[in-house]
């Protein structure tokens, strides 16, 4: 049963379904559903067949067929140039048909000249990093109602003699019939996760190998919705891989990252330079993170598409750019230069939970650092440039792998105390009887919003920081002048942000007859929290915020005199085990002072469907026209 | 639009390589100069490439962050040496240096890409290396320099792998450093025996010192203007060369503004050419088409199929243009030699079913010989401005200029794979030149004014007893807004369609609920296109007492796709220095009526807005009729392009129409009637 030839026998006939014969991919495309079916989307995918195979001299392939079936323009666009993403240096790859079928069933063949190999849009910054090309068919005469016919066989070059992956069941466009194969040496196994699927692998011996089968029908489309989980968590999908646990998983990375965390005498007489006079560790710790983040150019690679191995810190040092991978082992050769305890973690940046049962890297796209204190673990991460030091940006709260030398374990990623998102905004003048306001906003940040306030105004000239609070204030009102405003220093990552602004706005009073109509305003920045207002009337995913938050608005105005009060809006106050909800409102006739305070706490990150309605209502109330207007009278 | 912004872009990167200066700003973002107040300084010689302690002076001497508070980095040299052969072939040496003052300024210049096109350019980056603050030199390693397709053709879509950049990534760059480039560029000539030019004086950096020479035969004599400002020029000849140079010194930086004309429209540049007029290029223009606009049997029959139950001239133009526009996808590959300006064959077009602007341009010119009407290829800049006074090739897009009967020409755009409409309404104000056999001149087509670039938003709105409302509205349009709405309709996938205005109908009301969102099919450019949808909102109404008030639906402009943007996102800017980019002459009418609760009368409207400003007008109206509340909006610009003047025109605009949003419809309840009533 060793016998190679018995063995390729044996994969070409298993392999034989997933390669239809020309007749046979007449017959599929003969099988394409009519687009009335399918109303809502763009295209269908009639059938995808992928399978992954391993060989006893641990190379790897993939055999991909593919049957697409456009409806539209729109997914004309979307899907007529194909692109096959390939490692050069680690991959080749054979097309082995690409040809449209159009309604009528002739076949066009895509011609030489329309297959390209072109750089991924999204590597332009960090081509020097990645061997990642993409191969592009063009696909010709392509209508509505035309099928797109894929076959290419992706073959290792190396022998990486393990194998893993992630395979979507589910996308943007109907399934009407998906296989995966994974073919292994028998003795090999897999582990795996079938995750929004009702199916499980079938699992057949065929001479030497395991041929593990899933299959799948009728896969509905994912309709994305505004501030939804990525499609990736949405959508069915399925994890495997055939390393035996998570250390066999790291072993390679690790290698090389211990290789290239040792620090050279550079990076010894760096670290020691950066803490010298250092009065704590904690202190030593952002001294040397604040250089790795602010002085060390971010190449914002996804962790693993460039391989798996990490340039020496030296290198990283001396070149002052690096990767997610190579600013982590700069940053963990300092602070181990400087006695601290670090170690890698690996991280999902898009919060997708990892299968911690099947021990695959393609889970993670991101690179952190932990560095030990006591008996906890605090974490850093090394592209957050224009954030508060400490404060972990969409991976709060997730798990992550926490490499160490002898072992891989999984963590709990938590941003340091004090980093959580808080947006506390006042707004306070003084109303003349023109109608003019004249007034200061304050406005102090933490977490998320101090993360957007920087990122605002951190890379701002002097001017270009006039003009963002000239503009601002369109908000309040049009034309309102902007006077004073102060910034704290935002280069300083340790101290949350703070602004403040003086305005005179015009005519913030409209006068109607003798009443007098005052519009309560919205926060008063974007990166305050203006955009978090849920706007869609039900959801069938979850609403996913940026973060757990807390955001705060005080409106306080003195009423010039000759004026009374005709209408404040009524308070209200809500809690729900999400978060809490406050408005109220208040007259101080001694003072002549109008106030109105609005808060929200939001103490989780995903909204289900279940509780979205009643969410937006309450975050509704906020804006309802008899909340945010208030009526005065000339006396 | 991306798209209609095609091939013929390209050679602005490939014909004129130091565009660089303008490539990188793309990277980023657009810009202009303010240069009129400032005459050009008294340039000093440029030391030489090889001359180091020279270089290390003049980062010295450049100055810093103090000095030019609102730069990220500066230019300290740009020289540029061009030699040009009979042939059109021609040799660029580009020496530049680039000091860093911003961290932003070391992010944006610590990688360098510089674009070529594999079967024109031979590129020799003959030295990289950064210059340290402290004097130091630092070579780039060789692996950091790499090979790579551009981003930007493929944004395009043109997936063409000839078409490429090198990337230099510039190790250790800290603010203060500065990094030096010398390239060599080896390009073989797109235009036979001739040469073409544009050249930046001005980028987003203030540039310091900037000489270019072009050296050419005499007998290829250059014609060449400076737009924008001016610049020390001097020529001189020998030995039947002439070499043209260019210097300046101190030249300001760009701007940047949201949503601003190209860079290249209010830049300092040279634009050079060596074509005696505008006709001399339409003929070689023509030239280049000469036997692409074929035909075989399986076209003609397609022409007969499609223009069988075709009554009149118009409609079978129009069948033919639907054909081309739809049936042939916007997409470039197996771009051959000279394919950046030449087109493919016809029947090559026709049956691969893809192509880019000119391709399709020449298809539809063969379809419509078929039928006995007369065509011509149409070179048009869209995003630019035409540079009248020198003729060159650097137009953006090509079109299709069709010869009625009645000798009329109308313009229509195959790659617009939505435009509905006999003629586009965008050409209006911009330049053509028609490729002809005998040679044409450049065109300048007249206005077309707002009025056929309309969006209509007609909506039927009940004020309920509960303070909720309830509507209908129906939105549809003409000219280059029923191409956006039908853009929109493709663009967005069926299911998100609701939800685009869901999301804009919480700048009505943040309680709305859009309902039976309908839209007739966006490609069916015979039909019209139409978007229906009804809504409500509750807790609309504020109850004060004795008063019921609400603010007019429709005058948010909420549902308004096409206008929603330029209101929210464009005008919060106090001044512009310059232009706002907005493709075309467009408007926006606005028609709603509304019901009220019974029992109550009105006793408060918005006071009416009637404003004409410059190349703008808004007329508000609210009014009483029959007991319903009548609303009309009607806002206009005149102005693709719009000027400062005009966006200060804008913002009055904007102003007036905020007030007219924040004001309220008072109602009061009626007094009830004595009972018997009286006689």
């Known amino acids: 049963m060793r016998n190679p030839v018995w063995r390729a026998l044996i994969l070409s006939l298993a392999l034989a379904s997933l390669l239809p014969a020309q007749e046979s991919v007449e017959n599929i495309v003969k099988s394409a559903p009519s687009r009335g079916k399918f109303p809502e989307a763009t295209a269908a995918v009639v059938q995808s067949r992928q399978a992954f195979s391993l060989d006893r001299a641990g190379r790897k392939s993939e055999d991909y067929f593919l049957v697409l079936e456009v409806f539209n323009l729109t997914g004309r666009e979307k899907f007529s140039d194909f692109r096959i993403p390939l490692d050069k240096n680690l991959e080749k790859v054979d097309v082995l048909l690409a040809r449209t079928y159009k309604g009528n069933l002739t076949a066009v063949d895509v011609e030489k000249g329309a297959i390209n190999d072109v750089t991924p849009p999204y590597l332009a910054d960090a081509d020097m990093y990645s061997n990642l090309i993409h191969r592009v068919l063009s696909f010709p005469a392509v209508d509505p109602g035309s099928c797109l016919a894929v076959r290419y066989r992706k073959e290792s070059i190396d022998a990486p003699a393990q194998m893993d992956g992630i395979v979507r069941f589910q996308l943007e466009e109907p399934i009407l019939s998906k296989e995966l194969k994974v073919i292994l040496p028998a003795e090999k196994s897999l582990k795996y996760k079938i995750i929004g699927l009702n199916s499980d692998f079938r699992v057949e011996t065929s001479g030497p190998d395991k041929i593990y089968t899933l299959t799948a029908s009728d896969q509905p489309q994912v309709k994305p919705e505004e501030y939804m989980p990525p499609l990736e968590e949405i959508g069915s999908r399925v994890v495997f891989s055939t390393y035996t646990d998570w250390n066999e998983a790291c072993r390679g990375f690790l290698r090389s990252f211990d290789q290239a965390v040792r620090p050279t005498p550079e990076i010894a007489a760096l670290a020691a330079d950066l803490t010298k006079g250092a009065a704590t560790p904690d202190e030593k710790v952002q001294r040397l993170f604040l250089f790795v983040a602010k002085d060390v150019r971010s190449v914002k690679l996804p962790f693993g598409e460039g391989g798996l191995e990490v340039h020496q810190a030296g290198v990283v040092l001396k070149n002052r750019y690096g990767d997610w991978k190579d600013k982590s082992v700069l940053l963990t050769a300092l602070l181990q230069a400087a006695g601290l305890k670090a170690f890698p973690v690996l991280a999902n940046s898009q919060a997708i939970p990892v299968v911690e049962d099947v021990p695959s890297l393609k889970q993670f796209d991101c690179v952190l650092v932990a560095v030990s204190q006591g008996n906890g673990l605090f974490f850093l991460n090394p592209f957050a440039d224009k954030s508060q030091f400490g404060y972990m940006s969409g991976v709060d709260g997730t798990r992550g792998l926490l490499i160490k030398p002898d072992t891989a374990e999984f963590c709990e990623i938590r941003g340091l105390s004090g980093t959580e998102s808080e947006s506390r905004n006042e707004i306070v003048g003084q109303l003349d009887g023109r109608g003019d306001l004249k007034g200061k906003i304050v406005s102090e940040v933490t977490g998320i919003f101090d993360h957007w306030a920087r990122q605002s105004l951190m890379d701002s000239t002097a001017k270009e920081r006039r003009d963002f609070f000239v503009e601002a204030l369109n908000k309040l009102q049009e034309d309102t002048e902007s006077g004073n405003f102060k910034v704290s220093d935002l280069k300083d990552l340790r101290t949350p942000v703070k602004v403040s602004q003086e305005f005179l706005a015009r005519r913030f009073g409209i006068?109607?007859?003798?009443?007098?109509?005052?519009?309560?305003?919205?926060?008063?920045?974007?990166?305050?929290?203006?955009?978090?207002?849920?706007?869609?009337?039900?959801?069938?995913?979850?609403?996913?915020?940026?973060?757990?938050?807390?955001v705060s608005l005080t409106f306080r105005v003195k009423i010039p005199s000759g004026h009374k009060l005709l209408y404040i809006p009524e308070s209200f106050s809500f809690r729900k085990d999400y978060g809490s909800f406050d408005f109220s409102t208040a007259f101080d006739s001694g003072k002549s002072e109008l106030t109105v305070k609005k808060s929200y706490t939001l103490t989780i990150r995903d909204i289900l469907p279940g509780q979205y309605e009643e969410f937006k209502k309450m975050m509704d109330a906020f804006s309802l026209p008899r909340n945010t207007l208030i009526l005065l009278e000339r006396i | 639009m991306d798209r209609t912004i095609s091939r013929l872009t390209l050679i602005f990167v490939f014909l004129a390589l130091p565009l660089a200066a303008f490539t990188r700003q793309a990277q980023e973002k657009p810009a202009r100069p303010a240069l009129q107040a400032e005459p050009a300084a008294k340039p000093a010689p440029p030391p030489g490439e090889d001359d180091l302690p020279a270089l290390l002076a003049l980062v010295r001497q450049a100055g810093g962050p103090e000095k030019y508070p609102e730069a990220n980095a500066l230019v300290i040299l740009d020289k540029e040496h061009i030699v040009v052969r009979e042939n059109g072939e021609f040799t660029s040496r580009q020496h530049s240096l680039v000091k860093v003052l911003t961290d932003k300024g070391r992010k944006t210049f610590a990688a360098r890409k510089i674009p070529y096109h594999r079967r024109y350019n031979t590129v020799h980056i003959l030295r990289a290396r950064v210059i340290k603050k402290s004097g130091a030199v630092m070579d780039v390693p060789p692996e950091a320099i790499k090979d790579g397709t551009m981003e930007e053709t493929q944004q395009m879509n043109i997936l063409e792998e000839n078409f490429r950049r090198w990337s230099v990534a510039y190790p250790n760059v800290e603010t203060g450093d500065s990094l030096e480039i010398l390239v060599e560029t080896v390009s073989k000539p797109l235009i036979k025996d001739h040469f073409n030019y544009v050249a930046a004086f001005q980028s987003f950096e203030p540039r310091l010192a900037q000489e270019l020479t072009i050296v050419a035969p005499a007998s290829r004599p250059l014609k060449q203007v400076v737009k924008n400002g001016r610049v020390d020029f001097s020529r001189t000849e020998r030995d039947g060369q002439v070499a043209y140079t260019w210097k300046i010194a101190h030249v300001p930086q760009l701007k940047q503004e949201?949503?601003?004309?190209?860079?290249?429209?209010?830049?300092?540049?040279?634009?050079?050419?060596?074509?005696?007029?505008?006709?001399?290029?339409?003929?070689?223009?023509?030239?280049?088409?000469?036997?692409?606009?074929?035909?075989?049997?399986?076209?003609?029959?397609?022409?007969?199929?499609?223009?069988?139950?075709?009554?009149?001239?118009?409609?079978?133009?129009?069948?033919?243009?639907?054909?081309?526009?739809?049936?042939?996808?916007?997409?470039?590959?197996?771009?051959?030699?000279?394919?950046?300006?030449?087109?493919?064959?016809?029947?090559?077009?026709?049956?691969?079913?893809?192509?880019?602007?000119?391709?399709?341009?020449?298809?539809?010119?063969?379809?419509?010989?078929?039928?006995?009407?007369?065509?011509?290829?149409?070179?048009?800049?869209?995003?630019?401005?035409?540079?009248?006074?020198?003729?060159?090739?650097?137009?953006?897009?090509?079109?299709?200029?069709?010869?009625?009967?009645?000798?009329?020409?109308?313009?229509?755009?195959?790659t617009l794979e939505l435009s509905s409409s006999f003629g586009e309404t965008y050409v209006g104000d911009r330049y053509v030149l028609l490729l002809d056999e005998r040679g044409k001149d450049l065109l300048r087509l007249p206005h077309v004014p707002a009025e056929q670039s309309l969006v209509f938003v007609r909506g039927e709105t009940v004020v309920l007893p509960d303070g909720g409302l309830e509507g209908k509205v129906r939105l549809s349009g003409r000219g280059f807004s029923d191409f956006g709405l039908r853009s929109i309709g493709k663009q967005v996938p069926a299911y998100q369609f609701p939800m685009v205005f869901q999301q804009l109908g919480?700048?009505?009301?943040?309680?709305?609920?859009?309902?039976?969102?309908?839209?007739?099919?966006?490609?069916?450019?015979?039909?019209?296109?139409?978007?229906?949808?009804?809504?409500?909102?509750?807790?609309?109404?504020?109850?004060?007492?004795?008063?019921?008030?609400?603010?007019?639906?429709?005058?948010?402009?909420?549902?308004?796709?096409?206008?929603?943007?330029?209101?929210?996102?464009?005008?919060?800017?106090?001044?512009?220095?310059?232009?706002?980019?907005?493709?075309?002459?467009?408007?926006?009418?606005?028609?709603?009526?509304?019901?009220?609760?019974?029992?109550?009368?009105?006793?408060?409207?918005?006071?009416?807005?009637?404003?004409?400003?410059?190349?703008?007008?808004?007329?508000?109206?609210a009014g009483l009729k029959e007991g319903k509340i009548v609303f009309t909006g009607d806002f206009r610009i005149?102005?693709?392009?719009?000027?400062?003047?005009?966006?200060?025109?804008?913002?009055?605009?904007?102003?007036?129409?905020?007030?007219?949003?924040?004001?309220?419809?008072i109602l009061q309840k009626r007094a009830e009637p004595e009972k018997g009533g009286s006689q």
């Open chain 2, 506 to 621: 919480t700048l009505l009301a943040p309680t709305v609920k859009v309902a039976d969102v309908k839209a007739s099919d966006f490609s069916d450019l015979a039909t019209p296109y139409q978007i229906s949808f009804n809504y409500k909102a509750r807790d609309y109404l504020v109850d004060v007492g004795k008063y019921k008030m609400f603010r007019v639906p429709l005058a948010s402009y909420a549902f308004d796709v096409m206008s929603i943007g330029i209101f929210e996102a464009l005008t919060d800017k106090a001044e512009r220095l310059y232009p706002l980019f907005l493709f075309s002459t467009r408007g926006s009418v606005q028609e709603e009526v509304i019901s009220l609760p019974p029992g109550y009368e009105v006793i408060g409207i918005p006071d009416p807005v009637r404003l004409k400003d410059g190349p703008l007008s808004l007329v508000l109206a």
């Open chain 2, 258 to 414: 949201v949503g601003m004309a190209s860079p290249a429209d209010v830049a300092l540049k040279l634009v050079a050419g060596t074509f005696s007029s505008w006709a001399e290029l339409s003929r070689y223009g023509h030239s280049l088409n000469h036997g692409k606009v074929d035909s075989n049997d399986l076209m003609k029959a397609k022409v007969r199929e499609l223009t069988k139950d075709c009554r009149t001239e118009e409609e079978k133009i129009l069948a033919i243009h639907r054909y081309v526009s739809q049936k042939v996808r916007y997409m470039g590959s197996s771009m051959d030699m000279g394919a950046f300006i030449e087109p493919h064959q016809a029947t090559y077009t026709f049956e691969k079913q893809y192509g880019v602007c000119r391709d399709k341009s020449i298809l539809m010119m063969a379809m419509l010989k078929e039928i006995g009407v007369e065509s011509f290829d149409t070179l048009i800049n869209i995003s630019q401005r035409t540079e009248t006074e020198v003729p060159t090739i650097f137009f953006e897009h090509a079109i299709c200029a069709v010869v009625l009967k009645d000798g009329r020409m109308v313009f229509m755009d195959p």
């Open chain 2, 638 to 665: 005149e102005q693709s392009n719009l000027d400062p003047a005009g966006y200060q025109s804008l913002r009055r605009i904007v102003k007036a129409l905020r007030r007219f949003q924040k004001s309220m419809v």
């Open chain 1, 511 to 550: 006068f109607q007859g003798k009443i007098v109509l005052l519009n309560v305003p919205d926060l008063p920045y974007e990166f305050s929290g203006q955009g978090l207002v849920p706007r869609l009337a039900k959801r069938q995913y979850p609403l996913r915020l940026p973060d757990k938050a807390a």
